[in-house]
Each structure stands twice: as structure tokens, then as C-alpha cells.
């Protein structure tokens, strides 16, 4: 598949995002589960456990769960993820409820 030259820059900037996204839930479940993923290599993996056992890594997720916790400055989302189809289709089925007369 190919793309218009302008569109590159879109693109990587997508692309990079889901990738970060995917590495950091695997290093994730690794942390949680504690042992050493085959793709990481044992030099690696040794750095990582010392970052995770490191007071500035605890200090910022303790921050970090503060702030998912937190509904201060904006809302708490507590419903899990939501696809744009399943809210549209949410709101129109709210705007039917409430603006359709209900004796026709």
C-alpha cells in the first residue's frame, strides 16, 4: 500500500504512537509478571528491573496513579475504552429518546 508523500509525517506520528503504546503494556505485563520476556535481552532486562526497583520510578507512578485517580481538571473515566461508533451510536439513541414525541 502506498500514500501521498504529504501524508508521511501522519503516518510515522501514528504509527510511533501505537507502537509506544504496545511496548509500554508489554513492559508492563513483564514488570507485573516478572519475568524476563524472550525479545529482552538479559543485559536489558537486569537495567529495567533496577529502574522499576528505583525511588524515581516508584515516585512518579505513585504520581501517576494520583493523577488517573484524580477528577480534578477534568472527568474520571471509569467505563473502560469506548469506540467513537459506540458513543455516536449512544447519542443518537439518547436524541431519539428524548426528542421523538412518544404518542405518534
Not at 30 to 54: C, F, H, Q
Request: hydrophobic share 35%.
Amino acid at each position: 500500500m502506498t500514500w501521498a508523500p504529504h501524508d508521511e509525517w501522519q503516518i510515522i506520528k501514528v504509527y510511533e504512537s501505537k507502537v509506544r503504546k504496545r511496548l509500554c503494556d508489554m513492559l508492563s505485563k513483564a514488570r507485573v509478571k516478572g519475568s524476563r520476556p524472550t525479545w529482552i535481552g538479559e543485559e536489558a532486562w537486569g537495567e529495567l528491573l533496577n529502574y522499576w526497583d528505583s525511588q524515581k520510578f516508584k515516585d512518579k507512578s505513585s504520581q501517576n496513579k494520583i493523577n488517573r485517580s484524580s477528577v480534578r481538571g477534568g472527568a474520571l473515566h471509569s467505563s473502560g475504552r469506548k469506540s467513537h461508533l459506540d458513543i455516536a451510536l449512544g447519542l443518537v439513541s439518547i436524541t431519539h429518546y428524548l426528542f421523538v414525541p412518544k404518542y405518534m
